[in-house]
């Protein structure tokens, strides 16, 4: 696997190698991030995301602060999706209230200048961050390097930000040979980062296909899997062990055709995912993760309790990760955090 062995024999690793656990692993998509007073405090000393991002103290500090505040089973690097497009020659910034901007991929010119020479070169701060958290966490807690999907990558990259995704499938529809290449590209770029996060220390790795929905089914394979695959092999190719997490966001009605053509080890599910309905499709030894509703996290109250324990339930049926079905959100209070950290250890 990766340089070390730390990390490797920790509960997330197991899990998702098939092994059930008696309390499910626990760590939270967006565990580091504005719920925490401490990293609003980081935040506001680094003015620009990206360049947070690309500042290895700041990165690593921001994924440790979760992990000294809460019991969790893994760290995900601090890092965001767009680094790829970024590292490949393409314009991305971030707008305050906005979100992020690119500047729109207009055809074959734009692709045929996107540049995986310098990939690793300009990532070289991201794994700079995992080489001091791996080094910071003890080894029963995993580290998790992650990327966006590729097609997730290619709406950004066509569409110029994120929100409707109907310029994407057009454009899709419209270049299906452009789109292929620029898939292709992509695949490959996200299967290096990946590996290189290994590499740095990571024991496991999770890629967001954040846009899994509206994708209609004969596309599906054309769009999501086989692009996933591609860099899934090319991960594999060089860390044939290395358990990786599908997240197919608004797909969980299709996370058995999801899971069998991207070969991944464990399937990520959205809020509105059916967790039994999924066990049913996967079978008893397949790796599930999630799905707790964010705001259900954000409220509290008996309302929480009974959808943690219908999670935990589900998640007596097989090798399960406790996670939500999207990212903490910033007005959750920390001691709701709490709760459901020692409700999924069983210590309340």
């Known amino acids: 696997m990766g340089e070390g062995a730390k990390g490797y024999n920790s509960a997330l690793v197991r899990t998702l190698l098939g092994e059930q656990q008696t309390h499910p692993p626990i760590w939270l998509m ?33 994924t440790l602060q979760p ?15 767009l680094v790829v497009p970024h590292a490949l020659g393409r ?19 734009d692709i045929a200048k996107l540049d995986m020479s310098r990939l690793e070169t300009r990532l070289a ?44 499938r057009a454009f899709a529809y419209q270049n299906p040979e452009l789109v292929d290449d620029l898939l292709a590209i992509l695949a490959d770029a996200i299967g290096q980062h990946l590996i290189a996060q290994v590499k740095a220390g990571a024991n496991a790795l999770q890629i967001f296909e954040s846009w899994a929905e509206d994708i209609p089914g004969h596309l599906f394979a054309r769009l999501v899997t086989k692009p996933i695959k591609q860099a899934v092999d090319v991960v594999r190719g060089v860390y044939p062990d290395v358990p990786i997490i599908g997240f197919p966001r608004g797909a969980g009605h299709r996370v ?54 219908a999670i ?27 709760y459901v950290m020692r409700r999924v250890k069983g210590l309340t």
């Open 30 to 62: 967006r565990q580091a991030g504005r719920h925490l007073p401490e990293y609003r405090e980081l935040r506001a000393k680094n003015k620009s995301f990206l360049d947070f991002c690309y500042a290895p103290a700041a990165a690593a500090e921001a």
């Open 67 to 81: 992990v000294r505040r809460y019991p969790v089973d893994a760290a995900i690097i601090f890092s965001d999706i």
């Open 91 to 109: 314009d991305v910034r971030f707008a305050e209230g906005e979100g992020p901007l690119l500047t729109p991929l207009e055809g074959a010119a």
């Open 125 to 168: 701060p991201v794994y700079e961050a995992l080489e001091r958290v791996r080094a910071a966490m003890d080894g029963d807690r995993a580290l998790i390097g992650f990327a966006g999907a590729p097609w997730t990558l290619a709406t950004y990259m066509i569409q110029g930000r994120g929100g409707e995704r109907d310029l994407a």
């Open 256 to 309: 058995g055709q999801f899971f069998s053509e991207t070969t991944v080890q464990g399937v990520g599910l959205d809020i509105a995912a059916d967790l039994g309905a999924a066990r049913t499709a996967l079978g008893p030894k397949v790796c599930l993760q999630g799905n707790l509703d964010p705001m259900a996290l954000m409220a509290g109250g008996p309302a929480l309790e009974q959808a943690v324990d």
């Open 312 to 338: 935990l339930a589900a998640a007596a049926t097989g090798p399960h990760i406790f996670n939500l079905g999207h990212g903490v959100v910033p007005a959750t209070p920390i001691t709701n955090v709490e």
